[in-house]
């Protein structure tokens, strides 16, 4: 698997979005909006779409799902460490921690279909029923506690949590959307994925961004280091299956959401600091991602 040939086009991405906003001058509120239609409607029609597609039981994935829970845990902990080692500004602690944990879960699913097909897919259903609701929240509680809005009104008019809350009740109760319902999601789900990175290569170019390196160091390091080690250890010590533990540690591997920066810039955070962070998270994992990988072929 050439690991970098499938990051290039989130790259490339990425750098259209850098390139779109010093050459076209559209100004700042055709980059608002566009954040606003990737954070009200494209993510959430993505989201939904990803679990209500893979149909999951949950009694039989109890343990993997336990340790996708713990491997999360571990992210936001480590993640919260980094502001008490290396202090900044609680807005900008309160933007970037998310990118300590929270994965790009579009990646993500075409490496584990990449690994197991149908069966790889299912996994990471799993993946994304743990981990994306659960990020969300906690990305949220950071950015509501810091920016001094009310927590449970933020969770609850979160759209990002709304859909994933969605998915996991239609999939709990073996529901499936009419036809031209997911045919409309489906067409909804690559478009997310493709305007929120260019939206973060935008992002590079607004003011901001720059300064406490240390703490930008330890996110990164905690993304693609910290929780790697810590799916391995625990697809070690549980002895799963050999597509579970790739899948597992893939999970922990994959480079920070793009949906971080377009979080933390409609909740008033430090979307430039973000951007940083996502892209250089993106351009590590084409390293990280094969390392990790290969303790578990």
Not at 40 to 59: E, G, K, N, T, Y
Not at 166 to 187: F, Q
Request: with cysteine; hydrophobic share 60%.
């Amino acid at each position: 698997m050439d690991t970098l040939l499938l990051l290039l086009p989130d790259l490339a991405l990425i750098a259209t979005g850098a390139l779109l906003v010093r050459v076209a001058r559209w100004g700042d509120g055709f980059w608002v909006g566009l954040e606003r239609l990737v954070y009200h409607l494209l993510f959430p029609a993505l989201l939904f779409s990803a679990i209500v597609r893979h149909r999951i039981d949950f009694a039989e994935a109890a343990p993997f799902a336990g340790a996708v829970l713990a491997v999360l845990l571990s992210g936001v902990t480590l993640g919260r460490l980094g502001g008490r080692l290396h202090p900044v500004p609680p807005v900008r602690f309160a933007s970037a921690v998310q990118c300590a944990f929270r994965f790009n879960s579009y990646l993500a699913l075409a490496l584990s279909q990449r690994l197991g097909g149908d069966a790889g897919i299912a996994l990471c259903a799993v993946v994304v029923a743990v981990a994306v609701p659960l990020g969300n929240v906690a990305a949220v509680w950071h950015l509501a506690r810091h920016g001094g809005g009310k927590l449970l009104r933020e969770l609850m008019g979160n759209p990002l949590i709304l859909a994933t809350l969605a998915g996991l009740a239609t999939n709990a109760l073996g529901l499936e959307p009419p036809e031209p319902v997911t045919a409309y999601l489906s067409r909804l789900g690559p478009a997310a994925i493709a305007l929120a990175l260019i939206a973060v290569g935008a992002g590079l170019q607004a003011g901001g961004g720059r300064g406490d390196a240390r703490f930008a160091a330890h996110v990164v390091v905690v993304k693609l280091a910290a929780m790697p080690a810590v799916a391995l250890g625990l697809a070690l010590g549980l002895a799963l299956e050999p597509l579970a533990a790739q899948v597992l540690v893939l999970f922990a591997a994959v480079p920070s959401a793009p949906a971080s920066y377009v979080l933390a810039t409609r909740m008033g955070g430090d979307g430039p600091y973000v951007a940083r962070l996502i892209t250089v998270s993106t351009l590590c994992s084409a390293l990280s991602l094969p390392f990790w990988l290969s303790w578990v072929r």
